[in-house]
């Protein structure tokens, strides 16, 4: 049995299909913890274009709220949290802020956090939490990044979920990989946006 944390940015569709495949194929095998990392604070001091401009601003607010009840439940209330709050904004599309309040609904949290949107308080943790990421990678990265072990590497980036057998397959590469020794990276150009409205769909 491995150690895995997987670090997510809320807003990130790629680490939500890898969390969701992580969650379905590891829950058997492996102890797996989602943490939150910050693509907000990692663009902070680079200009970001036009097109990715509003989900910084998205990953901003909502990592406040993130912040907010990791603050009032503790480390544990992030991964309920993400999972209401992933379903509703990258399988079925709702508006962010109203994802975010059906999520603390759902899980039973206190309604009042969604006022933590707008409350530049919590920046502070939501950075000191990104910087948790970084500093566990060894250098700068993106969402997700994953930990096996103590063995980091950035992604894995998912475009979709792996059919079932290839999921638990996958799941073995990845583990083999990260705890070889002199293994260092793996990576292929671009493949487009993952099909998050799948993923939904696939678990049923």
Do not use: K
């Not at 590497?153 to 475009?159: A, D, I, Y």
């Amino acid at each position: 049995m491995a150690d895995i944390d997987l670090y997510v940015d809320p807003v990130c569709p790629f680490a939500w299909v890898a969390a969701q495949w992580l969650l379905d194929t590891a829950a058997d095998q492996h102890a797996v913890t989602l943490r939150p990392m910050s693509l907000a604070v990692l663009n902070g001091d680079h200009d970001v274009d036009a097109d990715h401009a509003p989900m910084i601003v998205r990953s901003r607010r909502l990592g406040r709220v993130f912040a907010a009840a990791v603050q009032q439940y503790g480390q544990t209330a992030f991964s309920p949290l993400y999972t209401e709050f992933g379903v509703r904004l990258h399988a079925h599309a709702r508006q962010a802020d109203d994802a975010v309040a059906a999520a603390l609904a759902a899980t039973g949290f206190d309604q009042q956090l969604i006022e933590a949107l707008d409350d530049t308080r919590y920046d502070a943790a939501v950075a000191q939490a990104h910087r948790a990421s970084q500093t566990v990678l060894g250098g700068r990265s993106g969402s997700p990044i994953i930990s096996v072990d103590g063995h980091v590497f950035s992604g894995p980036v998912l475009t979709e979920l792996p059919a079932p057998g290839h999921a638990t397959e996958l799941l073995a590469a990845i583990v083999t990989a990260a705890t070889t020794p002199g293994f260092a990276a793996l990576q292929r150009p671009y493949q487009g946006p993952p099909a998050v409205a799948d993923v939904e769909e696939e678990q049923r």
